[in-house]
T-cell receptor
Framework: GAVVSQHPSWVICKSGTSVKIECRSL??????MFWYRQFPKQSLMLMAT?????????EQGVEKDKFLINHASLTLSTLTVTSAHPEDSSFYIC??????????????FGPGTRLLVL | AQSVTQPDIHITVSEGASLELRCNYS??????LFWYVQSPGQGLQLLLK??????LVQGIKGFEAEFKRSQSSFNLRKPSVHWSDAAEYFC????????????FGKGTTLSVSS
């Protein structure tokens, strides 16, 4: 099946620093990737939709200047948390849409990145 | 607004017993429907999906789901639960349009007792 990787899986950083998270589709091309945030014991909340070669579309309430998204190729999207603060600590999960699935909008998820800001 | 409801926050089932996890959605038209499973600290794994055709969908790990348009439901079932099925289960929908994101339910935690 389609595989999506995320790197790093764990990151601890100091408050005020920036952190970059990579999301890669390993065996398929993804024109669209999605970034979600998940708090403990809660569901996934969509942060933004990342389209290859164009600007990301952010959900209401998500600061686009704080969460920078770049989708430079058909297999890579990056999320950069700028000037991270403790309240940004969370589990970040990306997904990639396999448009070649022949059946519609199947999304495959990465294993997630746990961010802890001290 | 579109929404997904999973009425059961936590379910405990004995190993070997049958399982049904409920999912209802509110949508203007029939969306794409999905069930995902998440183990602690992990990403989401697709169990099964419904796009069209047969309303009874077979998935991985012995799971199946039935789409009922009249009830706006997409319940997940398994005839015999294994201890390894203990996890968080999410129902999700997506609009029938290219590039749309998933809308998730709040999830159901499944515990399996021996």
């Amino acid at each position: 099946g389609a595989v999506v990787s995320q790197h790093p899986s764990w990151v601890i950083c100091k408050s005020g620093t920036s952190v970059k998270i990579e999301c890669r589709s390993l065996d398929f091309q993804a024109t669209t990737m999605f970034w979600y945030r998940q708090f403990p014991k809660q569901s996934l909340m969509l942060m933004a939709t990342s389209n290859e070669g164009s600007k990301a579309t952010y959900e209401q309430g998500v600061e686009k200047d704080k969460f920078l998204i770049n989708h430079a190729s058909l297999t890579l999207s990056t999320l950069t948390v700028t000037s991270a603060h403790p309240e940004d600590s969370s589990f970040y999960i990306c997904s990639a849409r396999d448009s070649s699935s022949g059946g519609g909008e199947t999304q495959y998820f990465g294993p997630g990145t746990r961010l802890l800001v001290l | 607004a579109q929404s997904v409801t999973q009425p059961d926050i936590h379910i405990t089932v004995s190993e070997g017993a049958s399982l049904e996890l409920r999912c209802n959605y509110s949508y203007g038209a029939t969306p794409y429907l999905f069930w995902y499973v998440q183990s602690p600290g992990q990403g989401l794994q697709l169990l099964l999906k419904y796009f069209s055709g047969d309303t009874l969908v077979q998935g991985i790990k012995g799971f199946e789901a039935e789409f009922k348009r009249s009830q706006s439901s997409f319940n997940l079932r398994k005839p015999s639960v294994h201890w390894s099925d203990a996890a968080e289960y999410f129902c999700a929908v997506a609009r029938r349009q290219a590039g749309t994101a998933l809308i998730f339910g709040k999830g159901t935690t499944l515990s399996v007792s021996s």
